[in-house]
DNA sequence: GCCGTTTTCGGCCCGACTGTTTTCAGTCG
């Protein structure tokens, strides 16, 4: 017997596993693992409890996840829960979680906060910000008790991802407003939004503009914008009055190649890729390809020559997951996406739900 | 915890910004 469980359920256990592990101060690396198979196993196409019927085995073929995540995957599917995800639940409250969702606070802070004052929820945090207590501890000030505050609200108000659709309602005016600021070369979309994502938590924004563009302040004074989170030379991140985060990053057009490769994501597959650098000899950044020991300037202007250096084909920012898109692109083996030019036609049915003669059944 | 086109042990991507510091840790993407 096995019991019905969702790949996205799944994942969320090892999200949890993950969360509680680093802020207990485990070893990063596994805190690491358990986060890349939760993202694995949310882009997977076929569903878990399948698998572990038809052919248990079969979970051996999936990259990233090992011998202890397989077992508790299998345990999960069997018995509809992880001894250790209940473990961790009963040794660090639950509410611990919900902490880590507010901008600004990590497991480090969320460790501090629990283990010296007692917090375990939002509004605990909330009254020790209000009442002045955290200022106290070592390393948190009062600019931190402020953001504390701040975050607090904004993940109050915030409406959490935004359908693609709707965020590029805010997106497409903003493109247009980073486009006539003076000294601006390209502006381009990056991230979620670039690889098409069904929803976007964030938009993200790469600029190409000559030294000493005022983009920044521009940037940071755009009408719609509620809150400056972060404003430095290169990079600011602002919070929208529709709720969303946008993040802008300013580079020369000599590295937009590799900026965009850089920004777009995801970061699973941007680690695969690094690692897959590292391995030929070969460093990559934001600002381009490099050759290790010399330093000397491989690639960058753009994404074709990123992925030329490290011996792939361009990869559509739609397959760019890590969920086997390197190993096609290695073996030339990269699907054709759909466009918009194989749209032939639209079906769709009516129901006396709407406006039709027949039931759903 | 995962992984291996020099490896089954010893590594594990990289850089910006902030707030707290007095040179750095934490957070984020």
Redesign the pocket.
């Known amino acids: 017997m096995l019991f019905h469980m969702e790949n996205i359920e799944i994942a969320k256990i090892f999200h949890e596993i993950a969360d509680l592990l680093e802020i207990k101060g485990e ?1 990063p ?2 805190v ?3 986060k ?2 939760a993202h694995i196993i949310e882009e997977l196409p076929e569903n878990l409890k399948s698998i572990v019927e038809k052919d248990e085995s079969q979970l051996e073929n ?9 077992e ?1 995957i299998v345990e999960i599917v069997k018995t509809g829960k992880c001894k ?1 995800h209940g473990e961790l639940l009963k040794e660090l409250p639950p509410g611990l979680l919900e902490l ?1 969702a ?11 906060l629990y283990k010296e004052l007692g917090i375990q929820s939002i509004s605990d945090l909330e009254k020790a910000a209000k009442t002045h207590k955290i ?1 106290m501890l ?10 504390i505050l701040k ?1 607090i609200e904004n993940l109050k108000a915030s409406k959490g991802r935004f359908k693609l659709s709707l965020a590029m309602t805010y997106v497409t005016p903003l493109l247009e407003y980073l486009k006539n600021i003076d000294g601006v070369i390209k502006v381009s979309e990056a ?1 979620s939004l670039r690889r098409r994502k069904e929803t976007i ?2 938009i ?1 924004i790469l600029v190409t503009c000559k030294k000493g563009a005022p983009i ?1 302040d521009k940037f940071t004074a755009y009408p719609e914008v509620k809150e ?10 602002v919070i929208l009055r529709c709720g969303l ?1 946008a ?1 802008v ?1 300013a580079l020369e057009k000599k590295s937009y190649g590799a900026a965009l490769q ?2 777009t ?1 995801s ?1 699973a597959h ?2 695969a890729i ?2 897959r ?3 030929m000899g070969l ?5 381009g390809v490099f050759d ?1 020991t010399t330093d000397k300037w491989v690639a960058g202007e753009d994404e074709e020559g990123v992925y030329k250096a490290v011996g792939l084909k361009w990869i559509p920012p739609e397959l760019r997951e890590n969920a086997g898109e390197i190993e096609a692109a290695l073996h030339n083996k990269l699907p054709d996406l759909i466009d918009i030019t194989d749209i032939k036609g639209d079906l769709h049915i009516h129901t006396r739900e709407s406006d039709g003669a027949n039931t759903i059944g």
């Open positions: 070893n690396f596994r690491r693992s358990y890349n198979a999936i990259k990233g996840i090992g011998k202890s995540i397989h508790k250790l880590l507010l901008s600004g606070i990590g497991p480090k802070k969320v460790q501090l200022h070592s390393g948190m000030g009062e600019k931190t008790e402020e953001k975050a991230g938590g964030d993200d920044m400056v989170l972060a404003k430095g030379d290169t990079k600011s991140t985060q993040d990053r850089y920004f994501g970061k941007n680690i690094r690692d650098a590292k391995k460093k990559i950044n934001e600002y290790e």
